[in-house]
């Protein structure tokens, strides 16, 4: 998460307005996020910024997607969720996306979202946070890390293209043979 944000300023010279998401939001919410987590901005997040996980959890936890405004602006999001697991009596929470409009971060911005999302947590009854970024977003750390959350754990994610497996499936599927595809390639 591109968060780049000193607690300890306060907004200068802005109202900031943290109130919650509403449907008429989401293309402003998309097209910010399209902005701070792009891939040449953000090469090893594992997860895509795309409408279909904005509109998803808009539609499955609204209460936990709000938006900052400045001036009527919307000018920073932080979108949530809930996560309970089987046999356990917790509740957790997790911040799934935060991002501050580049010109506003450090002013306290995402400072607030974060507040308010964690008094919705805690209003909800969870008892654990949980966020991630990448290892390399030392200002996302330290944002995370002022905010009371601590041992960080490293996890390592692979990837697999079935680019060429889903060719070969196809040929399989069309009933070419091995000879075929020779016959085809040297024309």
């Not at 996980?53 to 602006?73: G, I, P, T």
């Not at 996302?140 to 070969?168: E, V």
Request: glycine share 6%; with cysteine; proline share 4%.
């Amino acid at each position: 998460m591109p968060v780049d944000e000193d607690s300890s300023t306060k907004p200068k010279n802005h109202c900031v307005k943290i109130r919650q998401m509403e449907i008429d939001d989401l293309p402003v919410v998309f097209h910010l996020g399209e902005r701070l987590f792009s891939a040449e901005k953000v090469p090893n997040l594992y997860r895509t910024w795309d409408q279909y996980e904005v509109v998803e959890l808009f539609n499955a936890d609204s209460e936990f997607c709000m938006v900052a405004e400045v001036n009527d602006k919307i000018t920073g999001f932080a979108l949530g969720t809930t996560v309970t697991k089987s046999r356990s009596a917790w509740k957790y929470g997790y911040l799934v996306w935060l991002g501050v409009e580049p010109s506003l971060q450090r002013e306290g911005v995402a400072q607030r979202l974060f507040n308010r999302f964690k008094d919705l947590m805690l209003k909800t009854g969870v008892r654990m946070l949980l966020v991630d970024t990448e290892a390399e977003n030392l200002p996302a750390l330290h944002f995370f890390r002022k905010q009371g959350f601590c041992n960080p754990q490293q996890h390592i994610y692979l990837s697999m293209n079935l680019a060429a497996l889903q060719q070969s499936l196809k040929r399989k599927q069309n009933g070419e043979s091995h000879e075929q595809r020779i016959r085809k390639s040297h024309g």
